[in-house]
């Protein structure tokens, strides 16, 4: 069974930082590219990130180019997201998911993947 767990959300103010996790289980981590999404409050899916399986290759929303990096590490089976300078339009439930196709075709809608975890709240607030 595919699992995808992300942990590292919370409450930080403007500017501040955090980093984001996924735990993989149940398939060859190393093996598929992955994606971070993430949800805005009454609002559908927004692609953030993706990185290809060997980690070699990242894409970048433009809302996350120069503030956010994507890394992985297949031997622990774990995706990270690190947002830096962050603003209060960053917060929203960010989503680890693994697309069904490439990291280059991952976009902003769910039927682009095939598997997601149950998110972590980002509350970016002074």
């Known amino acids: 069974e595919v699992q995808l767990r992300e942990s590292g959300g919370g409450l930080v103010q403007p500017g501040g930082s955090l980093r984001l996790s996924c735990a993989a289980s149940?398939?060859?981590?190393?093996?598929?590219?992955m994606s971070w999404v993430r949800q805005l409050p009454e609002k559908g899916p927004e692609w953030v990130a993706a990185?290809?399986?060997?980690?070699?290759?990242?894409y970048y929303a433009q809302s996350a180019k120069g503030r956010f990096a994507i890394s992985r590490d297949n031997a622990k089976n774990t995706l990270y997201l690190y947002m830096n300078s962050l603003k209060p339009e960053d917060t929203a439930v960010y989503y680890c998911?693994?697309?069904?196709?490439?990291?280059?075709?991952?976009?902003?809608?769910?039927?682009?993947?095939?598997?997601w975890g149950q998110g972590t709240q980002v509350t970016v607030s002074s």
């Open positions: 998911a693994r697309p069904k196709h490439s990291a280059q075709a991952a976009g902003d809608v769910w039927s682009d993947y095939d598997y």
């Open positions: 149940g398939f060859i981590f190393g093996n598929r590219a």
């Open positions: 990185i290809n399986k060997g980690g070699e290759s990242a």
